[in-house]
T-cell receptor, first 114, second 110 residues
Framework: KAGVTQTPRYLIKTRGQQVTLSCSPISGHRSVSWYQQTPGQGLQFLFEYFSETQRNKGNFPGRFSGRQFSNSRSEMNVSTLELGDSALYLC?????????????FGQGTRLTVV | DAKTTQPNSMESNEEEPVHLPCNHSTISGTDYIHWYRQLPSQGPEYVIHGLTSNVNNRMASLAIAEDRKSSTLILHRATLRDAAVYYCLPPGGGSYIPTFGRGTSLIVHP
């Protein structure tokens, strides 16, 4: 069974540009969550999608957005990039159940904003 | 918000047991306790979770205090591959979304 796949693995962008990151969840998983990891702030929750709907949202500005497709694949977009957006962006997928038990994380996309 | 308290770092020697503590004094009745770890240059990976009684799996054991306000992740024989940051997640259930604190950085000496 393939794991969570994130593309690209590395990305360098210039301030002011926008970027789109992609996440393919484990087959059969319908919940996809996104996290930002930086040395200063640690792992912070961005948002979660389930069945193409944003179900939960973290405390990030509107420049950060996402979507989920009918096949559960998800993308996140960051517009008007700032230097502080440089981070490891992680995607996690979970099987749907009454009690959330286990999230499977991808290896992340390392974004550098220059 | 529910919170957890973990030591910033711990050290162990290879082949020895490691006990990683976590306090979650705000836990409520049906909240689960989850542990994850993050190896260098990788995304976090699930380790174990539990509700009331102690739990074992191939990776670790989870000992939960009787009042459930604390738990201990036990690695029975640490290996160099166990060097990672271990996260005890704030308790939650239902449509719970995992939130990560700073975790405990485990250093394993050969």
């Amino acid at each position: 069974k393939a794991g969570v796949t994130q593309t690209p693995r590395y990305l360098i962008k210039t301030r002011g540009q926008q970027v789109t990151l992609s996440c393919s969840p484990i087959s059969g998983h319908r919940s996809v969550s996104w996290y930002q990891q930086t040395p200063g702030q640690g792992l912070q929750f961005l948002f979660e999608y389930f069945s193409e709907t944003q179900r939960n949202k973290g405390n990030f500005p509107g420049r950060f957005s996402g979507r989920q497709f009918s096949n559960s694949r998800s993308e996140m977009n960051v517009s008007t990039l700032e230097l502080g957006d440089s981070a490891l962006y992680l995607c996690a997928s979970s099987p749907e159940g009454e009690v959330w038990t286990e999230a499977f994380f991808g290896q992340g996309t390392r974004l550098t904003v220059v | 918000d529910a919170k957890t308290t973990q030591p910033n770092s711990m050290e162990s020697n290879e082949e020895e047991p490691v006990h990683l503590p976590c306090n979650h004094s705000t836990i409520s009745g049906t909240d689960y306790i989850h542990w994850y770890r993050q190896l260098p240059s990788q995304g976090p990976e699930y380790v174990i979770h539990g509700l009331t009684s102690n739990v074992n799996n191939r990776m670790a054991s989870l000992a939960i205090a009787e009042d459930r306000k604390s738990s201990t992740l036990i690695l029975h024989r640490a290996t160099l591959r166990d060097a990672a940051v271990y996260y005890c997640l704030p308790p939650g259930g239902g449509s719970y979304i995992p939130t990560f604190g700073r975790g405990t950085s485990l250093i394993v000496h050969p």
